[in-house]
């Protein structure tokens, strides 16, 4: 995501790190017992009042993000801090070493969960999870590790990018990126899309409307399914390994038992949209709606 280049003043709302909270905000503690010792837990609340059309950046690690759009011009934020420790104050000490802040950085409304003592060696059992709600139309960046990603009415365009977990998105529009690992891809779009959708040991499914450009869905160890509506035209360049890619739209072109290659559609339009798929060990399903 580009940040808007207008000279806004970096400005912070809220913090919290080493158990303090800064201005308005909620913190719950929390402290359990686990079986590799304890862990501690509490609740940040965060309120940032943007500008329309604000770009919004979610960095957070070991937990997951979700993202739901709200009439208004607010951004808000729980987020659930994690730390573990042999006891109790060595479980809190972990906790509170992850710093929280909600910000206005040149235009962008960037949140970032840190773990301050070190950000390259992080606890196993140190995290933090985002529940964050944007006014409508807001372009998102989320980036997390080790925990899923969803997307509820993100009409603005958005990048997503985690590790080891699923990506769900759904009334969305516009660019659309998802990188994972381990996880599956589920994409539901309410307009046109350009989706460039990648992952490994997980399967992709598109369901909505190509917008003119490069799209790509690339994974491998999964099925890629993609519906369409039956009036699209595209250009499809599809293979797949140890499995079988099928059609429910006619192609001009070359159809194989693992590869489909050629133009679906009107020709002149489907020039304009090119839609690449790539998978292994999993089935490419071409379906119309």
């Not at 133009?263 to 020039?271: I, P, S």
């Amino acid at each position: 995501m580009r940040k808007a280049q207008d000279g806004s003043k970096r400005r912070t709302l809220v913090t919290a790190g080493t158990g303090a909270l800064l201005l308005s905000g909620l913190l719950v503690s929390g402290c359990v017992t686990i079986s590799r010792g304890v862990q501690a837990r509490d609740n940040v609340s965060l309120a940032l009042e943007v500008p329309a059309g604000t770009p919004a950046r979610v960095e957070t690690f070991n937990g997951s993000i979700e993202v739901s759009a709200s009439p208004g011009t607010q951004i808000t934020a729980q987020v659930e801090r994690r730390g573990e420790g042999a006891d109790q104050a060595k479980a809190e000490a972990n906790r509170d070493g992850i710093q929280v802040t909600l910000e206005l950085v040149d235009g962008v409304a960037v949140l970032r969960a840190v773990y301050t003592p070190d950000p390259t060696s992080i606890p196993g059992g140190n995290g933090a999870s985002v529940t964050l709600q944007v006014p409508t139309a807001t372009p998102l960046e989320l980036v997390t590790s080790n925990g899923p990603i969803t997307v509820r009415d993100g009409s603005a365009g958005l990048s997503a990018q985690t590790s080891n977990g699923p990506i769900a998105l759904s009334g969305v529009a516009g660019t659309l990126q998802a990188d994972t690992s381990n996880g599956p891809i589920t994409v539901s779009t309410t307009g046109p899309a350009i989706p460039e959708l990648r992952t490994s040991n997980g399967g992709i499914t598109f369901d909505g409307t190509l917008q003119a450009g490069e799209a790509a869905l690339d994974t491998s160890n999964g099925a890629v399914e993609l519906r369409l509506p039956a009036d699209a035209a595209f250009t499809i360049d599809a293979s797949t390994s140890n499995s079988k890619a099928t059609s429910e739209f006619p192609i001009a072109g070359t159809t194989e038992d693992d590869a489909l290659r050629g133009t679906v559609g009107d020709a002149a339009l489907a020039a304009e949209t090119r839609l690449t798929v790539r998978t292994s060990n999993g089935p490419i399903r071409l379906l119309t709606k």
